[in-house]
């Protein structure tokens, strides 16, 4: 059978990514160019400036992608791109950079959701054992899908508000830290107690998430100490939080597991990097038996990596796109 090499697209945010992939699982080049010192400055993502960096860095992100891999166009079968969900303006620079290599070169093109991309990063790990639990939790994300085949998502649940990466950078910027605070307030929990009582949020049978109250009960807390004149004891505040958030996240987890009989986990989505919730989903994995699989940190992030071996398995379910293809801000996983 002859190799597929699928060239991935990915510009959702504020990450311009090209990556070359074989056969869903191997990958042969990619290059990441970030905006994060761009944004730091602003404490978070500017639309206007990411979309702008991105008509910068498109076409020689993906020059370098091919040079690395010491390819042409013409060795490429597909180039499959993420058209949504993301930043509108963001998505717009990926997906007409990569109609065009499909237009010039005549190329498939292949759809990629965000969400998609997040899960199948766990491919290039090993083969994905159906059916499976998606545990997908990034900064836009919190979501449980249920997988019986590739490309058949089940959403079991989602978040009704704030997703828990979201959360976790607005909390950091309450007790100081600078952006991107998620994996800096992942860290300082690891220094602290839980000392702090923040509620546990909807404590329901349901399969949905959210971190909202959570979020104000912590901007609460911070200003009654401050109007008290107690300073906030960073690393316990980061603690306490931490164990809420991930405590949320696990409950539903094992509701899932016990309802629908999981035997496969996958961990997928930003804050899959997050140290605590790796252990944590170690932990339930070790008490139900279950086979668990989370990315390395670097597939973890937006990448073009994860778009191209989602673009794999699309491809190979016979998914194509025309270049009428528009973006979408948001978008459900199907």
């Known amino acids: 059978m002859n190799d597929t090499y699928i060239l991935g697209i990915e510009s959702s945010c504020d990450e311009t990514s090209a990556s070359i992939v074989k056969n869903g699982t191997e990958e042969i080049s990619t290059i990441i160019s970030s905006q994060i010192d761009i944004h730091k400055n602003y404490g978070g993502v500017v639309p206007e400036i990411a979309s702008r960096h991105h008509v910068k860095n498109i076409s020689i ?15 490429i079968d597909a180039i499959a791109v993420t058209y949504g969900p993301g930043l509108i303006g963001s998505l717009l620079i990926g997906l007409e950079a990569a109609k065009t290599l499909s237009f010039v070169y ?11 991309g997040h899960i199948y990063a766990n491919s290039l790990v090993k083969p994905l054992t159906f059916p499976l639990l998606a545990v997908v939790v990034s900064g836009g994300h919190t979501e449980l899908v249920e997988m019986t085949e590739h490309y058949k998502f089940n959403k079991l649940g989602g978040t009704l508000d ?14 100081g830290l600078e952006y991107p605070g998620g994996p800096k307030l ?13 509620p546990i949020p909807l404590r329901d049978d349901s399969y949905n998430f959210s971190f909202s109250g959570l979020k104000s009960a912590v901007i609460n807390l911070a200003h009654n100490e401050e109007q008290r004149g107690n300073p906030i004891r960073r690393e316990d505040l980061a603690a306490s939080f931490q164990d809420v958030a991930i405590s949320s996240v696990v409950s539903k987890v094992k509701k899932a597991i016990e309802e629908k ?40 992030t937006d990448n073009g990596t994860m778009i191209a071996a989602a673009g794999y398995y699309a491809y190979k379910e016979g998914r194509r796109a025309d270049l009428y293809l528009n973006s979408k801000s948001q978008d459900t996983l199907k």
């Open 186 to 198: 992942d860290k300082l929990a690891a220094e602290g107690n839980k000392t702090y009582k923040l």
């Open 106 to 116: 005549n190329k498939p093109l292949i759809p990629v959701h965000h969400i998609a």
């Open 61 to 75: 992100v993906i020059e370098e992608c091919l040079n690395e891999a010491n390819m042409t166009m013409d060795d």
């Open 162 to 175: 704030d997703a828990i990466g979201e959360c976790y950078d607005k909390v950091a910027r309450v007790i």
């Open 261 to 300: 009989n999981i035997k496969n986990i996958i961990v997928a989505g930003g804050v899959a990097a997050n140290k605590g919730l790796r252990t944590a989903m170690e932990e339930v994995a070790k008490e139900y038996d279950i086979d668990l699989s989370i990315p390395p940190i670097k597939y973890c």
